[in-house]
């Protein structure tokens, strides 16, 4: 049973860069994809980055696509997403998830909130002046 607790979320000015960490434990992160799901109010969760826990292939919603960057420090048992040029629309709480899942993040792989078994209680971000 895998335990993810999310940290680093935070009031950021637009333009500005946040990193968010997931720490996880009760399991290696070699059997499982994990990724980061955003809500903002009143809409629903959507996933943003995900990242394979085996061999660290990576997969991005469009609107995050080079300002969102997912890693993994598989020493650590932890996950990173590193955010810059944040923007108003940007703000949620973010929530680390995982999956079984071993291999790679191959085009058919197709993440989805309702088919993760594993979910952090969300670290919160705003972006605003």
């Known amino acids: 049973q895998l335990q993810l607790v999310e940290s680093g979320g935070g009031l950021v000015q637009p333009g500005g860069s946040l990193r968010l960490s997931c720490a996880v434990s009760g399991s290696t992160l070699d059997d499982y994809a994990l990724g980061w799901f955003r809500q903002a109010p009143g809409q629903e969760r959507e996933g943003v980055a995900f990242?394979?826990?085996?061999?660290?292939?990576?997969k991005y919603e469009g609107s995050v696509k080079g300002r969102y960057r997912i890693s993994r420090d598989n020493t650590k048992n932890t996950v990173y997403l590193q955010m810059i040029n944040l923007k108003p629309e940007d703000t949620g709480v973010y929530y680390c998830?995982?999956?079984?899942?071993?291999?790679?993040?191959?085009?058919?792989?197709?993440?989805?909130?309702?088919?993760?078994?594993?979910w952090g209680k969300g670290t919160l971000v705003i972006v605003s002046s």
């Open positions: 990242i394979s826990g085996s061999d660290g292939g990576t």
């Open positions: 998830a995982a999956e079984e899942r071993r291999g790679p993040l191959n085009a058919f792989y197709e993440p989805s909130a309702s088919g993760m078994a594993y």
